[in-house]
């Protein structure tokens, strides 16, 4: 539709018609059964609003959806269809790896193909828009939603966002198969106070623009047509009501152009983070700021109509959100195909098809990392090997947003290697869960009801079965319900129960390997010092168990790398490697002295930093090479290493390059990523891997806040992880 025509239609509509243009309803108000996210404690909806309503949320399968749609547009006054919308996070059906875990790949195409895939599956079955990438920086392994992000790092989050974003939306979102993303959640959601869902955030204006905002823009420049407030206060101002972050980050600095959607119920919470008295001061808060659809709550459609006619709020500010959103269905090109790509018979042969499988076995091959090994692996066909674990059986292994997959339609570890026919000897050992213990995933709880003789038993079982073996693949970790929203954690270990399950593995078998299943970094100190190989492979997805068995197996050698840190314990967090020198920094060489900034009973560095992982091959690399050692403005320097496989096995090595500020306005991190490459290399094969450096990546917002690369000394650093010392000095004049 013409830009001129949508001006007419919303010139055409009546006040109600434009203010239930921006509420969103959920799925109980249309469709039976269909899926439901979040607290639904709202009431009040009208049944004008709901036939009235711009969007809808959590609704899938086609057939259903066109039958809403059609009844929705004949019914609405003047015939405009709704939007479906659904948190389609890591797949649809057929299930990627979760984005922690895509993060570790190092390989953005991971992130595009798995984004290309889902909008495929969810197109098919209805959906038009879904609530991803979050982008959201993360630091803090306590908190649950690291799971959904790819990590702690400005850059690596920046290239993902522009990744998925792409992949979801193509090059044209109303073209067949393709989804409207919206980027999440805006903005600081990944900071939390202790690492509570929800909570605060303080962060200072700079440490905000440098670390936390770069992603988002990213996702933006790419051409997401959704951008979602997040839940948390922002300096004590609640993002759905923060008009500086809206308006002008958001909409001036940024130039964002599409259509800003609250998280559920996220209006109504202004009130309750005590900026107004009632749900009508939040409604002023929220549309002043520029929030458009209000999802999930009758702020909007109850109070204001009532804010109009009496002055309080002007009615450009609803015509500019109202607009907003009639844009956003032209751009889907709803008004013209308003049923879009929902297909029956598109989703039968679609949805878990073998070629998305097979996508998703590659992508989840790319996303373990190695952290130990000491010549144990890869296994042999050969040897006899007990897998012994709750993560042997476990089909939940989808990650906690996988709210449309389903567990049944994974793969298991055990069914990964008997289908790979090995010498091979099983036994589950324990559950997930501690004997007792309930978690609440998104839509039911898990618990486990297992007396403690019962579970002493099943330990008992494992131990014989690991006296048979000549090896142990002990797979062991989260259960998926322990990570996602509203599932933070202060104590970052595995269960009680699977802790009792290594130890007693441990004093009968020595060969031990650890697969670790998790949604987030976890303390894992115990494990390290029983295991002599530890393979993380976070949540893997529908085709996790065959994946792990054919890495485990040496198909191909591990290549991912930490996206974050994982901590010494959970007494560091949040800690991360691009920290700053203290005036008076840790010297190793001197630790005796007390009066430096340390802990006293914990070591200051994590136990696996960021960019670390290993392969089944071993990588050398030569001296930094600087293709000039002065940097004009404007211009441009290349920095090289040449890295050989001096091992036996074709390997991937994930070549990073940091930057340090030697010296700035203000204190700069002691090293920041600017640039990494992934390559494959065979046995004794070298190559060169170059990076392109210029004024533009080495800026920062100086002590004036201004935007800029200040002339100077630099350190730029190029090696497997983000401990390395391999560097060159280089000037900015």
Known sequence: MEQQKLLDLLKDMSLDEKINQLFQGGAGFYAEGS???????????????????????????????????????????????????????????????????????????????????????????????????????????????????????????????????????????????????????????????????????????????????????????????????????????????????????????????????????????????????????????????????????TCYSNYLKELIESGEVSEELLDEAVLRVLELKNKLGLFENPYKDADEDAEKTVLLCEEHRKKAKEAAKETFVLLENNGILPLKKEEKVAFIGPFTEEKNIIGAWSIFGEAKDAVSVKEGVEAYKVNALFAKGCDSIDPGKKVYGMNLPYDCKRTKEEADAMIEEAVETALKADKVVMCIGEHMAQTGEAASRGDITIPKQQKKLLKAVARVNKNIIVVLFNGR????????????????????????????????????????????????????????????????????????????????????????????????????????????????????????VIVRNTGKRRGAEVVQMYIRDDCGSVARPVRELKGFEKIWLEPGEEKEVSFSITEEILKFHDINMNYTAEKGSFTVFIGSDSDTNNQKKFELI
């Open 35 to 297: 899926i439901a996210t979040g607290p639904a404690s709202e009431q009040g909806f009208s049944e004008k609003t709901i036939r009235e309503a711009g969007s809808v949320l959590s609704v899938v399968g086609a057939k259903t959806i066109k039958e809403i749609q059609k009844n929705h547009i004949e019914n609405h006054p003047h015939h405009i269809p709704l939007v479906f919308m659904a948190d389609i996070i890591n797949g649809y059906k057929t299930i990627f790896p979760i984005p922690l875990a895509q993060g570790a790949a190092f390989n953005p195409k991971v992130a595009y193909t798995g984004a290309e895939v889902a909008a495929k599956e969810s197109s098919a079955a209805g959906i038009h828009v879904t609530f991803s990438p979050m982008v959201d920086l993360v630091r803090d392994a306590r908190w649950g939603r690291v799971m959904e992000s790819t990590g702690e790092d400005p850059y690596l989050n920046s290239v993902y966002a522009k990744a998925l974003v792409e992949g979801y939306q193509g090059d044209d979102p109303k073209k067949s198969g393709k989804l409207g993303a919206c980027v999440k959640h805006f903005a600081g959601y990944g900071a939390p106070t202790g690492g509570r869902d929800y909570n605060n955030v303080e962060l200072s204006e700079r440490t905000l623009r440098d670390d936390y905002l770069p992603a988002y823009e990213a996702a933006i420049k790419a051409g997401a047509l959704l951008v979602m407030t997040s839940f948390n206060t922002l300096n004590r101002i609640p993002s759905t009501a923060n008009k500086w972050l809206m308006r002008q980050v958001l909409r001036e600095e940024m130039g964002f152009e599409g259509t800003v959607i609250s998280d559920w119920a996220a209006i109504e919470e202004i009130k309750y983070h005590g900026l107004c008295e009632d749900r009508k001061g939040a409604a002023k808060l929220a549309i002043e700021a520029g929030t458009d659809i209000d999802m999930m709550t």
């Open 521 to 640: 970094p976890l303390d894992i100190r115990k494990i390290k010092e029983l295991a002599k190989a530890i393979l993380v492979v976070w949540m893997p997805g529908s085709e996790g168990g065959n994946a792990i068995t054919e890495v485990l197996y040496g198909e191909t050698a591990p290549s991912g790398r930490l996206p974050m840190s994982f901590p010494y314990s959970v007494g560091q967090v949040p800690v991360f490697y691009g920290e700053f020198n203290t005036g008076r920094k840790m010297d190793d060489s001197n630790p005796d002295n007390k009066f430096q900034s340390r802990y006293i009973d914990i070591p200051n560095k994590p136990l696996y930093t960021f960019g670390y992982g290993l392969s089944y091959t071993k990588f050398t690399y030569s001296e930094v090479n600087l293709s000039r050692g002065l940097l004009e403005e404007g211009g441009e320097l290349i920095a090289s």
